[in-house]
């Protein structure tokens, strides 16, 4: 694979002089194309051997453009921090928005490829991490982003005299450690794992660039050449797209009248229709009871902390449904320092200009802590699915992408659990009632809820299709049956106690 990249390929002085005004002019142009019109985000990450050139390809490149609009990242070990959230939990962190670009250095292939050349991991760890990659890569190329990767290749010698060379220059001596001797010693399955990384992971919408990197001019303007053309495809097929979609809108009889599509009402039985929303509990038995399930989530959690355990409980149901009533039946079992609530509505314009789970990975909390999210990523395959604030395109791969960013969480040993409460219709207008006639309740109540109301059925069957998908054996859905709050409430907290104390029973057994 990598012989193409050992033919010694140069670019003379003279050559290089003549060639860069023009494109450096052109580099420039391209991000003001992409700024003035931001309709996606730039990813470009470098990989290779050791003295290669990455960093001074960065280098450079920041020269060249305007720095404002770029962003530079480079990975070095995990903090405490990062190592207490999910691995891809900093990446996503630092993802830029539309209209910019990022450069990134020992990003998300640095460590499965150091592993797996130290053998810490098999082959097939080696394999499942790629896999990873390739979901992650996908799900950002899907919402629209332009990855470019480059790797930078030197033979064994090459590397080797690069190597001396920074060493000898006080300069660059700093850059030279026993990590990177350590490497050149084992060249030989540095570079196999390089090769059954790029042969796993370069596909056409995340490709790999190999380039030669023992002359510097040759390199530089190999990248950046690359570079500005494939921003200059992505914006005019961006432009096609966008066309396309505007023309397709225009012509939809369903979007004549300017508001989104409403689903057919379906006869047919949804997973809410068969919940038997008769149960009830009295209050006397109640308040029993729920004080044993706080003093029993209480020790729960104290346990987990101590094992740095981290949890999140997801929030989802029908508007008046008793979600804040049964997350502050939870909180108030819990330490006020142990735990983050976070409302969700509208994305912000900073959380729109990136993919739609970038503002859910920002808020995951360190071990040892519970994130409640009052509303969630789930607003993608509902409100957005239908209001027609999402393209069916995209509403339908979010189920994909859910079930991979929960399995991620779940893989890094963070406690799942997802709620969906249910109240009939008839009860909801009673609450409406009830919240309009009080005036400490009346904020609750808006014009979008009864709004929501007259779409009762569409959403019904979405939520049957979110259960349907995204309801797995890692990650299940808990359906609260909240007509009546006594029992939802304490449904709600029995299920979090067993989630708990089954995820601590695992941890014990060491499995």
């Given at each position: 694979m990598f012989e193409a990249a050992e033919l010694g390929r140069r670019v003379s002085h003279e050559d290089y002089k003549a060639q860069v005004p023009?494109?450096?002019?052109?580099?420039?142009?391209?991000?003001?194309?992409?700024?003035a019109d931001p309709r996606f985000p730039v990813i470009i990450l470098f990989g290779g051997v050791d003295g290669a050139g990455k960093s001074e390809s960065v280098n450079l490149l920041s020269e060249w453009m305007d720095p404002r609009w770029l962003i530079t990242r480079a990975y070095g070990p995990a903090s405490d921090e990062e190592r207490e959230r999910p691995e891809y939990w900093r990446f996503w962190r630092d993802l830029p928005p539309r209209g910019r670009i990022g450069f990134f250095l020992s990003a998300w292939y640095s460590n499965p490829i150091i592993d797996r050349v130290s053998r810490q991991t098999t082959r097939a760890?080696?394999?499942?991490?790629?896999?990873?990659?390739?979901?992650?890569?996908?799900?950002?190329?899907?919402?629209?982003?332009?990855?470019?990767?480059?790797?930078?290749?030197?033979?064994?010698?090459?590397?080797?005299?690069?190597?001396?060379?920074?060493?000898?220059?006080?300069?660059?001596?700093?850059?030279?450690?026993?990590?990177?001797?350590?490497?050149?010693?084992?060249?030989?399955?540095?570079?196999?794992?390089a090769e059954e990384m790029i042969k796993g992971t370069s596909l056409a919408n995340a490709p790999w660039t190999i380039v030669e990197g023992e002359d510097d001019r040759y390199r530089t303007l190999t990248v950046a050449t690359a570079i500005r053309d494939a921003i200059r495809r992505h914006l005019d097929a961006s432009a096609a797209s966008s066309r396309i979609s505007k023309r397709s809108?225009?012509?939809?009889?369903?979007?004549?009248?300017?508001?989104?599509?409403?689903?057919?009402a379906s006869s047919q039985p949804t997973i809410l229709s068969r919940l038997d929303m008769s149960q009830r509990i009295k209050p006397a038995p109640y308040e029993t009871r729920l004080e044993q399930l706080q003093g029993r989530l209480n020790t729960l959690h104290r346990k987990a902390q101590r094992h740095g355990t981290s949890a999140i409980l997801v929030f989802e149901g029908s508007d008046a449904a008793g979600k804040g009533g049964a997350i502050r039946r939870i909180t108030a079992a819990l330490d006020a320092r142990a735990y983050q609530v976070i409302p969700i509505a509208a994305p912000s314009d900073e959380e729109r200009a990136q993919h739609y789970l970038w503002r859910f990975w920002r808020h995951l909390a360190r071990g040892g802590r519970i994130t409640i999210f009052d509303r969630s990523w789930y607003g993608r395959v509902l409100v957005e699915r239908v209001e027609g604030f999402a393209s069916a395109d995209e509403w339908m791969r979010g189920y994909a992408e859910i079930n991979q960013f929960e399995s991620q969480l779940v893989a890094d040993g963070i406690i799942l659990v997802k709620y969906w409460l249910q109240v009939t219709k008839d009860e909801q207008l009673e609450r409406f009632h009830a919240r309009q006639n009080a005036s400490y309740k009346r904020w609750?109540?808006?014009?979008?809820?009864?709004?929501?109301?007259?779409?009762?059925?569409?959403?019904?069957?979405?939520?049957?299709?979110?259960?349907?998908?995204?309801?797995?054996?890692?990650?299940?859905?808990?359906?609260?049956?909240?007509?009546?709050?006594?029992?939802?409430?304490?449904?709600?907290?029995?299920?979090v106690c067993d989630r708990f104390e089954a995820h601590l029973a695992k941890h014990a057994r060491g499995q």
């Open positions: 023009a494109l450096r002019e052109e580099l420039l142009e391209v991000q003001r194309t992409l700024r760890d080696f394999g499942e991490r790629l896999q990873r990659i390739i979901e992650f890569e996908r799900c950002l190329t899907d919402d629209g982003a332009l990855i470019l990767k480059f790797w930078m290749h030197l033979n064994k010698d090459a590397q080797r005299a690069r190597l001396k060379k920074l060493e000898k220059d006080p300069l660059t001596r700093w850059r030279v450690r026993k990590e990177q001797w350590r490497n050149w010693r084992r060249y030989g399955r540095f570079v196999d794992a809108d225009a012509q939809s009889p369903a979007l004549a009248d300017g508001k989104p599509s409403r689903r057919a609750k109540l808006t014009d979008e809820d009864w709004r929501n109301r007259e779409k009762w059925d569409a959403y019904a069957q979405a939520v049957n299709d979110m259960v349907e998908r995204t309801s797995t054996r890692q990650a299940p859905w808990t359906l609260v049956e909240a007509n009546d709050k006594y029992f939802a409430r304490l449904k709600v907290l029995e299920t």
